[in-house]
């Protein structure tokens, strides 16, 4: 019986994040509330949320909305490092270059290597905004940066 086998806390995430799963092949979810609660953790570091979707009688990982809205992250988690708005556009480039993705099931299953910008792609694509290639420079310096301490530097 599938429901029965024992899968990892990592093995059930990656499972969620590929499709949905009936509830019936995943048993230990629906007993053990620590593994339950794991997995929730796990999905949402990642940027998932957990489903368990009771018309489906399966369980499932969606996307957060909030990874759809980067205002959330550039302003709460960012907006004590004051970074420029040149800066926190360039970590939404970045960011929608390489991590949004990896969360699109369809490009998912085509990615064949780890995904790379380099800094002449970004120059050559949003050279108009930056306007020379030591301003982009200065910009991923900025980035490169570990934050200040609070109270202190």
């Not at 086998?5 to 629906?30: D, K, V, W």
């Not at 996307?63 to 980067?70: G, S, T, W």
């Not at 970074?83 to 556009?89: E, F, S, V, Y």
């Not at 970045?94 to 699109?104: A, E, G, R, T």
Request: glycine residues 4%; neutral net charge.
């Amino acid at each position: 019986m599938k429901g029965l086998t024992h899968y990892t806390t990592e093995e059930i995430c990656a499972m969620l994040t590929t499709g949905p799963i009936p509830r019936n092949e995943l048993l230990s979810l629906q007993f053990d509330f620590h593994l339950r609660s794991e997995v929730t953790k796990i999905l949402s570091c990642a940027g998932y949320e957990f489903v368990d979707d009771p018309i489906s009688n399966c369980y499932d990982a969606r996307i957060k909305k909030e990874v759809y809205n980067l205002n959330h992250m550039l302003e709460k988690e960012l907006g004590s490092m004051n970074l420029t708005m040149p800066a926190k556009a360039m970590i939404a480039i970045l960011w929608c270059s390489l991590i949004l993705p990896k969360f699109d099931r369809n490009f998912q299953r085509n990615l064949t290597e780890e995904l790379t910008v380099t800094e002449d792609q970004l120059y050559e694509n949003y050279k108009e905004q930056l306007g020379s290639k030591t301003n982009l420079k200065r910009i991923l310096t900025t980035l490169k940066r570990p934050p200040a301490k609070a109270g202190g530097f």
